[in-house]
């Protein structure tokens, strides 16, 4: 039995230039695959119709509008040729039974492709093995059972990882003419984040890698919704009439609601919950113009981030830094670059035991101008003058003994709220003494600040997670955050080939059609969490 294939033509959200959803008259019956192609050879005639009408008589930008539309119309065309091609050829080998009593007529179909919609018709068989029902052609074909193609949901799902699922919508339809919802995106995202773990685990190691490994760590708090909010959002909505006009919606909300109550002091409005980002990557031995000897880099940086707990970030960089071969025994060296966070100092000397820990200098310089504000007027000269002092002798390396001089000041000070203060300082810049050899650092041209990673808490994680009105769900960002680093990284290709591979084989074993889509999300992941060895 012939397939058979119907165009629906894809909305296009611009006035008179949009492309009409109308169906065409000779897709009323069934067409053969040589029917098709007479419409696609019949296409490429009003393209070539369309240039020579065009040729001098009309500006650059209408033609430019109508031949859009007519190559999309041809494109659509030429994946109803293929459909239609694939279920007679797939017939012709004779891969299935006789269709059952409910698959006597072919059952159509819309699938969303990166054209616009085309319906098209396949022919339902019972596997002998199973004695279940299939789509012989969806299966030859790999398609997903949501509707849409594997193609136009990853792109969607890839710009949404740099922007708004509402913006991401609309992006994609000012470049393809159309584009799924904003919902059926988010859902697209959770039904991908549910293989970046895999991903990542399996993920080679890079070719080509230096001598050298850098790993910087930072975390970054989110908004995220509290569980008040939460209940206000799963709550029934019940019907009420809409406002009078845009300017008294807010005003009729109040009225319902109630005023908001004042918060108390030291309550927080963002609610905020930490993302763990780590920076990873290696440099290579080189010299300098002069002959010094030099470590040349970045080379092959890879980005990972999570909302699961810190340690679980710590453990995915081991296991990135086994795979480098920077292994526990490799006797390689390995630095480390964070702002002191104590959690990860502890989770860093557990899993990292042999590597060079280092104190941001920003950091440290932050905490000398705080303890030098507990000596000096802020705003002074003579401030000023002690933090750079103080500054320069950290990078000689003299961190014990500025640690030591600001002690002894300390003990002079009147004031004992100040004493206090910068007490509390000084005990957090003495435990960190053995993080502050910078001028060894220097001199071996390793890293004394986390500028890359501090960079990209900003880009990866602030310029998505952190905007106003934002109120997040941990599990809900997590695979949306994850995904942005792959895109990051440069594996977005290569992650949907891997994902599409995992979601068949999951169908397979299931005996069910492959869905990508998703409602709920995945569990945050719990890598390197269980075992403290």
């Known amino acids: 039995m012939p397939a058979v294939s119907e165009t629906i033509e894809a909305p296009q959200p611009r006035g008179k230039d949009a492309i009409g959803t109308e169906q065409d008259e000779w897709l009323k019956e069934a067409p053969s695959s040589l029917e098709v192609r007479e419409r696609v050879e019949a296409q490429f005639k009003v393209l070539l119709e369309l240039v020579h009408r065009s040729a001098g008589s009309e500006r650059y930008e209408g033609f430019e509008r109508e031949l859009i539309v007519e190559v999309w119309r041809l494109a659509r065309l030429l994946i109803n040729l293929f459909l239609c091609l694939s279920q007679e050829r797939l017939q012709e080998q004779g891969d299935w039974l006789q269709p059952g009593e409910k698959g006597k007529k072919p059952r159509s179909r819309l699938l969303g492709t990166y054209f616009g919609k085309v319906r098209y018709w396949r022919s339902y068989a019972h596997r002998p093995r199973d004695a279940s029902g299939r789509y012989p052609l969806d299966e030859r074909l790999e398609l997903l059972a949501d509707g849409f193609s594997l193609g136009l949901l990853g792109r969607g799902v890839e710009l949404a990882t740099k922007m708004s699922y509402a913006s991401a919508e609309e992006m994609l339809k000012s470049f393809v003419g159309w584009s799924p919802s904003a919902d059926t995106l988010e859902k697209a995202t959770l039904g991908l984040g549910r293989y970046t773990g895999g991903w990542f685990e399996q993920l080679s190691a890079p070719a080509d890698d230096g001598e050298v490994l850098l790993i910087q760590v930072d975390s970054k708090a989110t908004p995220t919704a509290t569980e008040a909010e939460l209940q206000k959002r799963r709550k029934a909505r019940r019907n009420k009439s809409p406002a009078p006009s845009p300017r008294h919606r807010g005003r009729d909300k109040r009225a319902e609601s109630g005023p908001k109550q004042r918060r108390k002091k030291g309550d927080k409005a963002k609610n905020g919950r930490m993302a763990t980002l780590v920076v990873m990557y290696t440099l290579r031995k080189g010299r ?19 909302y699961a707990p810190k340690r679980h970030a710590v453990a995915v960089a081991r296991r990135e830094a086994d795979k480098r071969g920077f292994g526990r025994n490799s006797n390689k060296t390995i630095q480390i670059v964070t ?133 997040w769900i941990r599990q809900r960002a997590e695979a949306l955050l994850q995904l942005r680093c792959i895109e990051l990284n440069g594996h977005w290709q290569d992650f949907l080939s891997f994902a599409h591979a995992r979601l068949l084989t999951q169908s397979l074993a299931s005996k069910r059609p492959p869905r990508l889509l998703r409602s709920k999300p995945q569990p945050l992941p719990k890598y390197g969490l269980k075992s403290r060895n």
């Not at 986390?450 to 960079?455: A, D, F, Q, R, T």
């Open 288 to 306: 300098g113009p002069d002959g010094k000897p030099l470590l040349l880099g970045p080379i092959n940086r890879r980005l990972y981030a999570s």
């Open 339 to 471: 702002d002191g966070d104590e959690e990860l100092e502890r989770c860093i000397s557990n899993l990292f035991p042999h590597a060079r820990h280092t104190l941001d200098i920003v950091h440290a310089t932050e905490y000398l101008w705080k303890a030098g504000a507990c000596l000096y007027p802020e705003g002074s000269e003579k401030l000023q003058h002690w933090v750079q002092t103080q500054k320069q002798r950290l990078l000689r390396s003299e961190a014990a003994e500025v640690v030591i001089d600001a002690d002894e000041a300390c003990r002079r000070l009147k004031s004992s709220s100040k004493r206090l203060r910068l007490t509390k300082l000084l005990d957090y810049l003495a435990k960190r003494v053995d993080m502050m050899n910078y001028s060894e650092l220097r001199a071996e041209d390793l890293e004394i600040a986390s500028g890359i990673v501090e960079g990209a808490v900003r880009y990866v994680i602030s310029q998505r997670f952190d905007e106003g009105g934002m109120r």
